[in-house]
């Protein structure tokens, strides 16, 4: 059995490097026509071009993981039974979940490495992408920056940094700003509790502040307000962060984001977000156990094998994501439960599998 083990599964890891390069190598080809013109537009070189869309790769891996892991575990059992491997095993006593099973470990180890990658190689690839995509080459300078939980912002004079709860809502937490002086040291520093922005009179309002300034003599004047209205270089409306700045973090990036939410509203977004990518990296199983058995019912039904189980196994990606994209929408918006929206698609998508699996044992 360990010979046949390993024979199943290099025949899965096989079929999935190859279905890995087709797709990804059609999905850059059509993202180059679409994108290449940008990069002559900008004036910037080839080299440039080749590093973007080769930083570019893992992320279109990600994307494609479910149906990879499922396209590859159908065309595996495909070959078999083409070549009457697979009539041959069962002859021989061997039980279909035997057959199957390293078809699902291979698919298991496939969904790992992806959380691995997740964790620590996607967020520094979506980073460089992100650099050369919208500053160098369409020349979007990014205003401020978010690390754990805080935003940071440089003005023209000094540096703001604060916790922004609800981005919806000019309110900050723990807001600081530092301005420089001629020898570019600290020449004075602002710190509050809160922060908040009066439209009326454009100025802003701190709570619980304190303002230290330097004085002549070298030392610093330290002065303690309740409250306090200041004007200050920049208006909350500079602080916009690139939208594109959430899809550099990892995994862990998006469960601390969760912490960082007051409202319930912000907490139910962050749950769904962190719920959700979990969620999609561990579709690639259930599809995977419900493609096998329709493989299997087409060559019954049909006399075929992948004429008709790999558009079967498409379609059925397809769905699943229509559905699975549609329940992430309804938890990030409130009305479901990020938990049922992250596990209904797979309890519903391997249990059908399951129990089709055992039917076709018997």
Not at 33 to 47: M, P, V, Y
Not at 78 to 101: C, M, Q
Not at 143 to 165: A, Q
Not at 193 to 203: G, H, L, T, Y
Request: proline share 5%; hydrophobic share 50%.
């Amino acid at each position: 059995m360990k010979l046949l083990n390993r024979y199943i599964l290099s025949q899965y890891i096989r079929q999935f490097v190859t279905v890995a390069v087709a797709l990804t190598a059609l999905y850059l080809l059509v993202d180059f026509i679409e994108k290449f013109d940008n990069f002559t537009q900008a004036g910037k070189s080839l080299s440039l071009a080749l590093k973007y869309f080769s930083f570019n790769i893992p992320f279109i891996v990600d994307q494609l993981g479910p149906v990879l892991i499922l396209l590859s575990g159908v065309i595996s059992l495909g070959l078999l039974n083409h070549n009457n491997e697979l009539r041959a095993l069962k002859a021989g006593g061997i039980p279909l979940k035997l057959i199957v099973r390293p078809l699902l470990w291979g698919g298991l180890a496939c969904t790992l490495i992806a959380i691995c990658a997740a964790q620590w190689l996607l967020p520094h690839t979506i980073s460089s992408t992100n650099e050369i995509w919208y500053e160098q080459v369409q020349g979007k300078v990014p205003l401020g920056i978010f690390r754990n939980g805080r935003y940071y912002f440089k003005g023209k004079e000094g540096f703001y940094s604060f916790e922004w709860p609800n981005p919806k809502v000019y309110a900050f937490k723990n807001f600081s700003y530092s301005r420089w002086n001629q020898a570019f040291g600290v020449g004075a520093l602002v710190a509050a509790k809160w922060a908040s922005w009066n439209e009326e009179i454009k100025r802003w309002e701190l709570g619980e502040a304190q303002m230290q300034e330097e004085r002549p003599d070298g030392g610093f004047r330290i002065v303690n307000m309740p409250t306090w209205q200041v004007q200050l270089p920049e208006s909350p409306g500079d602080f916009l962060i690139p939208l594109n700045e959430s899809a550099e973090l990892s995994l862990t990036g998006l469960y601390r984001e969760i912490s960082h939410k007051e409202s319930d509203e912000q907490k139910a977004k962050a749950w769904a977000d962190f719920l959700g990518r979990i969620s999609y990296l561990f579709l690639g199983m259930p599809l995977l156990l419900l493609g096998l058995p329709i493989l299997m019912l087409a060559c019954q039904r049909w006399g075929r094998d992948l004429s008709v189980a790999i558009p079967a196994s498409c379609g059925l990606a397809f769905v699943a994501w229509g559905i699975w994209g549609a329940m992430q929408s309804m938890a990030g918006a409130g009305y479901l439960n990020p938990i049922v929206a992250a596990v209904a698609v797979h309890i519903l998508f391997a249990s059908l599998g399951i129990w089709l699996l055992r039917r076709q044992d018997q």
